[in-house]
């Protein structure tokens, strides 16, 4: 149902493939349509183009279809267009001609738009709460494990000592900086885009400054051309940020998967969170961590994805927009799961003792004995060339005892510093000025 078709409605085939999944995507938009037209109704009673006594009817209505929506109640109806419709079509049928009038000075297009916004900023907050709980682990397993050592590897051959909290620690601090990127996308989302109606603005006198207060929006986006194209452009820069936090997993992924590989034997996992074989009965297989790599190297695949469907677009809107809700608004799940099972498996992960203690991580010291020497007055390179002789004559002879301590060292891993760092960026999302406003305005 197209309720701003005029005589003739749209070949059935032609209907149904730009309707697409829309009514499948629309569902996660359900809440946020509500919350746009409540502040919508507000503001056009303020300026004369709704009376007293509609606002308060269409306010009641509006709210007793949220509330449906949180109960699991709501649906988009056989035939009906989208979201917006789906809305309009329930007011007009529960309270008659009053709930044709939530459309005055507002495009689809403008109402979707402000819909994906409020959808993005809650969706942001959902996986900053689960960054910070991972964070948490992360920065406490570093902790927990600090004195115990482990091979470092470039090229993945053995480089030099490292250890578990360094291990733990890099990632907090990978998080830490993925945050700050996250905070960027989430000041993008939270303009107002509402009022820009097709992308041209309204002849009626509306007050976008009163609906930007309403929901709790840090600002507008001020030109109405420029709100509409907005529309990928956020979707791209959240995308970018969700997948740098997946690049930080996956990464993190990889090293699990080859600690725990036998000809490693760095780490294990209680059986329960790994998986067996059909054949092989002495598997331990790290399923987990390999869906979390698989899932987050998809994600990172996801800015790409929003440039090739929005790239050379002229300004204005355009259908391929419609598409952009089947790549973004899955993601969000995505990754909060790889999130909340990455830190199911390191609360779990158990960690070996003594590992460097084998002869064959020997040559992990050799830097060490480098350092001895410069530390007694040997130039550098006379120092490297002594030990890297004894290596090959088979005379290397070595301490397991090592003493690092300028920051972020093995002896000085300034966690206290990555969480203050983490913790000052958490502190600018300010997601309690929202909260207030959409309580507020719930409760108008």
Request: charge should be negative.
């Amino acid at each position: 149902m197209k309720l701003w078709q005029k005589d003739k409605d749209s070949l059935k085939e032609v209907s149904q493939f730009t309707v697409g999944k829309d009514g499948e995507m629309d569902l996660f938009l359900s809440r946020f349509d509500v919350l746009g037209s409540l502040a919508h109704i507000t503001m056009l009673e303020s300026v004369g183009l709704l009376t007293k006594e509609e606002l308060i009817t269409l306010s009641k209505e509006l709210k007793s279809i949220y509330q449906e929506i949180e109960n699991g109640k709501f649906v988009i109806e056989e035939g009906v267009e989208d979201i917006h419709s789906q809305v309009e079509v329930l007011l007009t049928r529960r309270i008659g001609e009053a709930g044709k009038k939530i459309h005055s000075g507002r495009s689809r297009n403008d109402q979707v738009l402000v819909d994906i916004k409020l959808f993005l900023r809650h969706e942001i907050q959902r996986s900053v709460e689960q960054i910070k709980n991972l964070f948490d682990i992360l920065l406490a397993k570093s902790e927990e494990h600090k004195h115990r050592l482990l091979p470092g590897y470039t090229h993945l051959q053995l480089a030099m000592p490292s250890s578990f909290g360094l291990w733990f620690g890099a990632y907090a601090e990978s998080l830490a900086d993925d945050l700050i990127t996250l905070h960027g996308a989430y000041q993008i989302a939270n303009k107002n885009p509402l009022g820009s109606a097709a992308g041209y603005g309204s002849s009626f006198p509306l007050n976008r400054t009163m609906t930007t207060k309403l929901l709790g929006f840090d600002d507008l986006n001020y030109n109405v051309v420029y709100a509409q194209m907005g529309r990928g452009k956020s979707e791209r820069i959240v995308a970018q940020a969700l997948a740098n936090v997946a690049a930080t997993l996956a990464k993190l992924a990889m090293d699990a998967c080859l600690f725990l590989n036998q000809n490693f034997g760095l780490i294990s996992f209680p059986d329960e969170l790994t998986t067996g074989s059909s054949i092989m009965p002495h598997k331990k297989n790290p399923d987990v961590f390999e869906l979390i790599r698989g899932k987050c190297n998809a994600l990172q695949s996801l800015p790409n994805e929003i440039a090739m469907l929005t790239t050379n677009l002229p300004s204005g809107y355009h259908r391929e927009f419609q598409l952009l809700k089947e790549k973004v608004f899955p993601a969000f799940q995505t990754l909060n799961d790889c999130l909340s099972m990455t830190g199911l498996m390191l609360s779990n992960m158990i960690v070996k003792d003594n590992i460097l203690e084998d002869e064959k991580y020997k040559f992990l010291f050799s830097v060490e004995e480098v350092n001895k020497l410069v530390l007694t007055g040997v130039p550098f390179r006379d120092a490297y060339k002594k030990i890297g002789k004894e290596i090959e004559e088979g005379k290397f002879t070595y301490s397991t005892k090592i003493n690092h301590t300028h920051e972020g060292s093995i002896g000085n891993l300034c966690n206290d510093k990555i969480k203050a760092n983490f913790e000052s960026t958490l502190s600018s999302f300010h997601f309690e000025k929202p909260e207030a406003a959409i309580r507020q305005l719930l409760a108008l």
